[in-house]
């Protein structure tokens, strides 16, 4: 991409972040100008922020997050359990 093109991109990208996304279409109409490629590379980065932004919301193994610290769990029983685990 020419470096006067990617200036544009980011120029337009950070501009479409600051605005909320249901007016962003709007926003993209006007500041691309009919320009369907700049648009299009704009809305392929607005996604990838969308999606590095929830990357972490959730943990790798599913389920919800541990709650208790370490320092706050009962020592495990002599089998190695932890006391609170059903049998």
Do not use: Y
Not at 30 to 54: M, P, W, Y
């Amino acid at each position: 991409m020419k470096q006067e093109l990617w200036l544009k991109v980011e120029e337009l990208f950070h501009a479409a972040l600051e605005r909320a996304p249901e007016v962003r279409p709007a926003f993209l109409d006007t500041a691309c100008n009919g320009d369907s490629g700049l648009r299009r590379q704009i809305e392929l980065l607005l996604v990838k922020e969308a999606q590095a932004a929830s990357f972490l919301e959730f943990p790798a193994m599913g389920g919800p997050p541990p709650t208790a610290s370490r320092e706050t769990r009962s020592p495990p029983t002599a089998s190695g359990r932890p006391r609170d685990a059903a049998c």
